[in-house]
């Protein structure tokens, strides 16, 4: 397993980290010895988390309230970590417009496009740099299932995913020449609090047995039992010098192959009935 | 062949229209007896080709200077169309920082996240909910081969290809309830005047024959010899009301079929000592 602070250096970025699979990825570095640069809008949960990770790993934290969809993003971040040394990126956040595209107000997905595709580029634009000066870091990309094929409901969300997806591949091949890691990492289902209240939030109840089964009949495997955030975030360690792509569970990678070779049609067309069936 | 008038109504909205694809994407339409609305930033070239539609096809043109990265992008389309019924949206613009990411300014790479993300989002947003309240219509999003990995040189290209290629596939699900055709159209190599442009400011020559053989035992085809973009048009046009994605050759749908069967190391790899062997 790589040892973190001497491949890459002492500091790790962790943007969308007061919560969920964001606050996980902090965790798992902090364990690893990696003081953290927390990037988050809302400040209070950020203290906790913070204060939380000096507790349990002795660690540096250094919490930075920025929403990461203003133009000043580069600004807040480089005024909070220009006497850092960072040596990873995890470009963790992401907004999604949950809802049909048309339905949904043009300035959510707007919103998702500055989250999901500007913000990412801004931050492993003006770290990488920084990392490729030194000769060493890391830039990982958060990617989704919902990034390989057009998604209803999350239509816009996919596409930013997909977005980070291919910056990411393209970052291992340009970045690796100059002794930078680069990684796109593909998360299939998570249970984050922000899973959990869509599920909650959802039209209907959640689906009955019966109905998961005709989804599982329709070819799509998405509706398997969500990791946990620790899984997920623990699952990328070994991953990190093995780009351009890698997946949170073996499971997720088999799906993504098995779907590479059927017929675009089905594939979109079993993604919507999940989603439809889950999210109306 | 789908009568475009009578399935999607008058007309069609092309977005990048002055020159290359686009203006063949026009003369596609108008010669099937659409009326078009051409968006492209430079005006007399713009002027040019709507005089030349006008001339060669009896329909009506209306060219409108915007810059498609314009945060008023919306409210000048608006302006120069809301007396019109526009049946067909086809995002052809793009905007492709040539160049390894992190030399190129981040200025450039945000730009082209307006003009391949965000611009597209906004057009299919707006005219698809016009379309959908009148039962009728057909949006298409032009990506690319380079949205299918990771591609260096162009690594903010291809991620915003990768954005318009799965929104393309969910609109494609969502809107088909709605009596509205979506497809996500992936170009290959397509001799338009800013490929060739390309090539003559790379930093070589043309790559030579040994060379090409090099790449193609790499695994890439895609120095295969470019189309026209008068073909690449014309392909479009039965492939309307086949979503969710459709492939301008089907050299390039079997290459991408090859390449999903790959690992991804090296299908990027393969992408990279192309764009690495002509572009530098």
Same mark, same amino acid.
């Given at each position: 397993?790589? $040892?973190?602070? #001497?491949?890459? !250096? ?22 690893? !010895? ?13 203290? %906790? ?7 349990? &790993? ?23 970590? $220009? $006497? ?18 048309? #339905?949904?107000?043009?300035? %959510? ?13 801004? /931050?492993?634009?003006?770290? !990488? ?39 990411? #591949?393209?970052?291992?091949?340009? /970045?690796? %020449? ?15 609090? &922000? ?12 689906p009955t047995e019966a109905q998961l089964a005709e ?5 799509? #495997? ?16 070994? /991953? ?12 997720? %990678? ?17 993604? !919507? ?8």
């Open positions: 397993m790589i $040892d973190l602070t #001497e491949r890459y !250096g002492p500091w790790a970025v962790v943007a969308g980290a007061s919560t969920g699979l964001g606050a996980a990825f902090a965790e798992e570095l902090a364990r690893r !010895g990696m003081n953290v640069v927390l990037l988050a809008r809302r400040a209070t949960l950020l203290e %906790e988390t913070a204060a939380g990770l000096r507790e349990r &790993h002795g660690v540096s934290v250094r919490p930075v309230t920025v929403d990461l969809a203003s133009p000043d993003l580069w600004s807040v971040v480089s005024a909070a970590t $220009d $006497d850092l040394e960072i040596g990873m990126l995890v470009y963790n956040a992401m907004y999604d417009p949950t809802g049909r595209f048309l #339905e949904v107000p043009l300035a %959510e997905h707007l919103k998702a496009v500055a989250v999901n595709c500007a913000a990412p580029t801004i /931050l492993a634009h003006e770290l !990488g740099r920084r990392m490729v000066d030194r000769g060493r870091g890391c830039v990982v990309l958060v990617s989704s299932m919902a990034a390989l094929q057009g998604i209803k409901v999350f239509a816009s969300y996919g596409a930013g995913k997909a977005y980070g997806l291919i910056l990411g #591949e393209g970052l291992w091949d340009e /970045l690796r %020449e100059q002794g930078v890691d680069a990684l796109a990492y593909v998360v299939g289902a998570t249970a984050t609090p &922000h899973y959990v209240e869509m599920q909650e939030a959802a039209s209907g109840a959640r989804v599982r009949r329709a070819g799509s #495997e998405a509706v398997a039992a969500p990791r946990t955030p620790e899984q997920v975030a623990a699952a990328l360690m070994p /991953l990190l010098d093995r780009g351009p792509r890698g997946y949170s569970h073996p499971d997720d %990678e088999a799906r993504a192959e098995a779907d590479a070779r059927r017929p675009r049609r089905e594939v979109v067309e079993a993604m !919507g009935k999940m989603t439809s069936l889950v999210w109306g």
